[in-house]
């Protein structure tokens, strides 16, 4: 059903509504089925109703649905050990919430806290969230109200050696925290370097500032690492994730360093860590386990780099593991409304003419295939 004028409409929508998913597609309500090659928004991360998830939800919900965080529920215990366990972080703790610019917003206040400063450092083309202090830290002044401009923030290009030194030399000792992504998703698959990072880590040391691996799209194995920060072999303060952490149930955290310690009522949440989140999180992380999903989003990723090679539309082409970007020709209509349209393909986007692709890292080697033989075929009909 279209909207009938009910809702109070920011988005600028797909014109079909989907009703089904199964695995990398999803059905509209005329029964057409398309390669998900988005996830909406980086969010599918074991596929569209993975029996295991379904199975871990329905037997949570049977047992307990709901309670807060004025009681101990074992199950936020269960899911913190996994989760430092398999992102290999084993002295960093877990604190729960429920999107990705939540995270973004507990992390930046949870440093000012710690240093007891205001400042901070952030990047260009850097995306962390819509609330407060995580617009703030965001590059897009189109987004931001009035109210969003008396954080004292700072932007530096993204990957300036040069600025970043002389920056920490005048300012270091105002900021609270730096934040960035281990891979850009919203600002167009663009990321640090190795060499950027490694600068980052060792300045925000010398001068006290919390690091905060924004982790919210890149993280949770989608470059095949488990943060994509890791390749990089930097140790973040704080690790913010969000997205695929419940491959579509409302899930998010941080993952916060042992020298950061926790003060009662600093932080809090009415709904972040409830059961069925958990168990929602729980069923990713054991499926990430026992698919061995880190290896098959190395391969995907690329046989997906690797085809798209021989495609002519294809520029620039960037990313790691299963988050892939692209420029393409400008046009209308545009290449991802043709994939669309006339190859039943998602892709996401950063720009009209930056194509994202966030396929569920689960994604066969067929499925991958099925959508290089449509970019093939529409580079024949350009
Ligand atoms: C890197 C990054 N951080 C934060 C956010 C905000 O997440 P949410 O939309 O769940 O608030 C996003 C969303 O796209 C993101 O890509």
Same mark, same amino acid.
């Given at each position: 059903m279209m909207n009938s004028g009910s809702l109070f409409e920011v988005y600028q929508r797909f014109d079909f509504s989907v009703v089904h998913g199964d695995g990398a597609f999803v059905r509209d309500s005329q029964g057409t089925e398309y390669l998900d090659?988005?996830?909406?928004?980086?969010?599918?991360?074991?596929?569209?109703?993975?029996?295991?998830?379904?199975?871990?939800?329905?037997?949570?919900?049977?047992?307990?649905?709901?309670?807060?965080?004025?009681?101990?529920?074992p199950i936020q215990e269960e899911f913190g050990e996994h989760l430092r366990t398999l992102s290999s972080k084993p002295?960093?703790?877990?604190?729960l919430c429920n999107s990705g610019a939540e995270a973004n917003e507990n992390a930046i206040k949870l440093a000012s806290f710690h240093t007891k400063r205001q400042g901070i450092l952030a990047f260009s083309g850097g995306f962390h969230g819509r609330t407060s202090l995580a617009l703030a830290a965001t590059d897009n002044s189109? *987004?931001?109200?009035? !109210?969003?401009?008396?954080?004292? @923030?700072?932007?530096?290009?993204?990957?300036? /050696?040069?600025? $970043?030194? &002389?920056?920490?030399?005048?300012?270091?000792?105002?900021?609270?925290?730096? *934040?960035?992504?281990? !891979?850009?998703?919203?600002?167009? @698959?663009?990321?640090?370097?190795?060499?950027? /990072?490694?600068? $980052?880590? &060792?300045?925000?040391?010398?001068y006290g500032v919390v690091l905060i691996a924004d982790s919210v799209q890149c993280g949770y194995t989608r470059s095949g690492e488990f943060f994509a920060h890791d390749k990089s072999s930097v140790i973040a303060d704080i690790y913010t994730m969000a997205k695929g952490m419940g491959n579509g149930f409302p899930v998010a955290g941080l993952l916060i360093s042992e020298d950061i310690k926790p003060v009662k009522g600093q932080l809090g949440t009415t709904f972040g860590g409830n059961p069925?989140?958990?168990?929602?999180?729980?069923?990713?992380?054991?499926?990430?386990?026992?698919?061995?999903?880190?290896e098959n989003v190395k391969q995907r990723g690329h046989q997906l780099r690797d085809g798209l090679t021989k495609v002519s539309f294809v520029k620039n082409l960037r990313g790691r593991g299963l988050m892939?970007?692209?420029?393409?020709?400008?046009?209308t209509p545009t290449i991802r409304e043709r994939l669309l349209k006339e190859y039943q393909v998602l892709t996401g986007s950063s720009s009209p003419t930056i194509l994202r692709l966030l396929p569920p890292l689960t994604v066969t080697e067929e499925q991958c295939d099925q959508f290089l033989e449509a970019c093939y075929d529409l580079d024949q009909r350009l």
């Open positions: 090659f988005y996830g909406g928004h980086a969010v599918i991360s074991i596929g569209h109703n993975h029996p295991h998830w379904v199975q871990r939800l329905q037997a949570q919900m049977s047992s307990l649905s709901f309670y807060s965080n004025a009681v101990d529920l002295n960093h703790r877990l604190f189109t *987004i931001k109200a009035p !109210i969003n401009h008396s954080t004292p @923030v700072k932007h530096l290009p993204l990957n300036d /050696l040069e600025q $970043l030194e &002389s920056y920490f030399k005048t300012d270091g000792d105002t900021l609270a925290c730096a *934040i960035i992504e281990g !891979i850009q998703g919203v600002g167009g @698959v663009y990321e640090p370097t190795d060499e950027y /990072l490694t600068l $980052l880590r &060792s300045l925000t040391q010398e069925l989140a958990c168990a929602a999180g729980l069923a990713v992380l054991e499926v990430l386990e026992k698919e061995n999903v880190s892939i970007g692209f420029d393409t020709p400008e046009g």
